[in-house]
Every structure is written in C-alpha cells, then in structure tokens.
C-alpha cells in the first residue's frame, strides 16, 4: 500500500507562526482534497496504519478513525506531521496487539488549505469513522460546523478556531483558550526588570494572537513601546531595530511570526548590533531554525517557554515518551524531522487510545466521550504539561529552554514543568 507523501516545506515552528503565514495571503486558494491513504510517490512501511478509505468505523478487529489536515495547496506539506504523528503512534499501540484486540486504523484527508474543502471532507469523515483525531487546519473552524451537528462523533485534536474550540465534543490533549499562559511573563520580570516590550508579528490571526499575549503582558505590568504588523514575506527589518532600540526596547517578543521571519529580525539585531535585554520566541524551537539564521550567533540566548517536553531529542534521557516518540515517527515516516503537529497528532491519539481503552471491550462513540470527559490529569507520559482535559483547563505550566553555541538546552526546571510560577490570563474578546 502506498500513501500521499507531500514535499515538506521550511519548518514554521509553532500553530500561531503558521497559522501567520499562512491565513491572509492562502485564504482564497483552493483545491480537491484526497486521502492520505491514496496511491502515490513514496512507500508506506509495514508498521503503518493510514488506509485509503474506511471498510466500517468499528469491527470486531479494527476501529476506523478520520483526520483532516492541510497536506497540499499553496504550501505542500503544511500540516502533513499531524496525521503521521497519529499514524506512528497507531502503529505504536498494533505491535502491541491494539485495543482489546482491534486494530487501529487511520483515513487522513486533505483539505488543500481551503474552507470549503476542510468542511467536505470532514462530513465525509464524520459519517464513515467511529472519531476524529489529530485533525490540523488554519480552516477548522469550516468543520467544525460538520462536528457540532454530530455531537455524538468524539473529536480529539488540537483546535486552531474559535468555534472549533467551543464544540462540546472536541476535547483536546492541549487545551488552550482564548488568551495566554502568565508564568513566564511573571517569570522574566522578576529575573531581568526587562518590561519595555517591543515586537513584529505576522499577518491574519497572528493579529489576534498578539492582541491576547499584549493584554497578559500587560497585566502583569509589561508595557509595549513597539509593535509592528508584517508581511510574511518581508526580508528587511533594520528600521524597525532601529525604531525599537531607540525606543529603549529591552524585551523583544517575537511568538507572532514565522521561524524566516524571525531569523531576519535576529540577523538584523546583531547587524545593527542592538542585543535587548531578553529576546522570547518559543517558534524557535524549530529543527529548521538554525538553518534559517544562519549564523546561530545571533539567536545566542534566545529564550522559548514552551508547554511541551523537547521532542527534538534533548530531553529523551529524563522523558522516556520522547524517545518512544521519536523512534516511532522515524520507523514509521523515515526521512520525515518530526514537527510540532506530528507531536500533536501523536498526543491526541494517545488521549483517544487512552478513552477507547477505558471505554471497555464493547466500545461507543458515547462512551469515549464519557471516558474524555472523566480525563483530568493528561500529560501524554510527560510529553506535556499536565492539563484537565475533561473540564478544557490550561495547564498553566511551563518549562524554558534557550540557545547555547547553536543548539536548544533546558534552562528550568531540571525535569519536567513548573507550574511557580504559573498561571493563564483569559482573554474577554
């Protein structure tokens, strides 16, 4: 059987730096969607378990689930780890003998980074599977409207849309409402006084973003002397270095903008030699990156709070789940440099695979729901920062790493999280 294997484009990093790319300026493309599962260039390995369609959503020896993501369109490739991430750990959990004897087994579809086209395919999904999971799509708010008129087909991903966020039965392994996680705000003020925030971001929802991470800024006693709009295509940014060190910017935040955006401001920074006191950027933690700054030096103690373990491969010595991680999505997607997608395809099917074991040797739809909503401590083995999944809670934990003579190092804690301090600021519009 052989499957879709789209071209891979540059690493963006992180959900909002992607979604920044690519919001405004794709927003009118279109294009058919086609299943994952679908013949074409490349071989799949024995351990996977994408099909091309489903034969029943559940059987006495398999149980079928749908995943709908950006694979093709104007960026190839854009959202490609999300279904592979589920697909490697399916493939997981078959070695292991599956669920209570069935088999897992999944249709990922493309929605060819189009609304109507994410809207298609998922009504085509959510009729023919037992659940959703793992879906990724700057477009899921377009099917979220086929989820929530089917409150009855469970939903476990990693919602990008206001409405996709608000469906009842989407829970996700990451909940993350409106709004921001204070702790490393709390955390950089009182380490370095730097409080003068200056900052690019991209186009589209990116707007957005930034609006809610200001407001949490903010309230804890930031004040933002510059902030500027780009265009994700832009390659000049002396000015606005210029602009921000006269103003005495000293905190530089740069989470609004893809991983090339954000190498250039760097390049430029240390062109101009202006090094504010702090710089924060957790789209950073990118395989890509380094490759896109060229010379690492100018990203030297860089800082990236993350809500996640370092499934790069740093922290698989004291997080055994991102060796297990790892080593699947290269057994199963050889070649592919797994991504943060992929890790929030693998999380979500672990919360799922977690709720269809709980939900007994006869499993429903209804009963995974129940199993998801009774989920108040989900960590994926460490991969995240624990969060009630039932409830739809933030964290509000944290770990921080840096850059360090051109490689991503743990700052703190040792181990793990923090969670002091921590905190969510929850945005009012």
Known sequence: MTFRRTTQLPRLGAAVAAVALVATACGGSSGGGSAAGSPSAGTETAASTIVGSASAPITK???TVGNVATLSGPIPGLFQG???GVDAYFAMVNSQGGVNGRKLALVSSDDALNCNENKTQTDKLVASTFAMVGSFSIYDDCGATVIAAHPQVPDVSVPIGDHAKALANLYSPQPQPAGYALGPFVYFKQKYAA????SIYGEGAAATSFKQQSEAMKSV??????????GNTETNFTSDVIRMRSEGVNFLWLTDFNAAGIARVLTAAKQQNW??????????????FFKLIGDPSAAEG???????SMFLGEDKAQVPAVATFDTWMHKVHPGFQPDLFSLYGWTSAALFVDALKQAGSDPTPQAVLDALKNTHDFDADGLLAKADVGTKQPSGCWML??????KFVRVLPDKGFTCDPGG?????S
Do not use: C, E, N, W
């Not at 006693?221 to 709009?229: D, S």
């Not at 090094?275 to 890509?288: E, F, G, H, R």
């Not at 860089?302 to 809500?307: F, G, I, S, T, W």
């Not at 969510?424 to 009012?428: D, K, S």
């Open 195 to 198: 409080t003068k925030v200056g």
């Open 61 to 63: 020896d398999s149980v």
């Open 82 to 84: 999300a279904p592979y």
């Open 275 to 288: 090094k504010p006191k702090l710089v924060v950027t957790p789209t950073a933690y990118d395989a890509s």
């Open 221 to 230: 006693g930031y004040q933002i002397v510059y902030a500027r709009q780009a």
């Open 424 to 428: 969510y600021y929850r945005a009012t």
């Open 302 to 308: 860089l800082m990236m709070p993350l809500a996640f």
């Open 401 to 406: 790493a840096t850059i360090k003579s051109g």
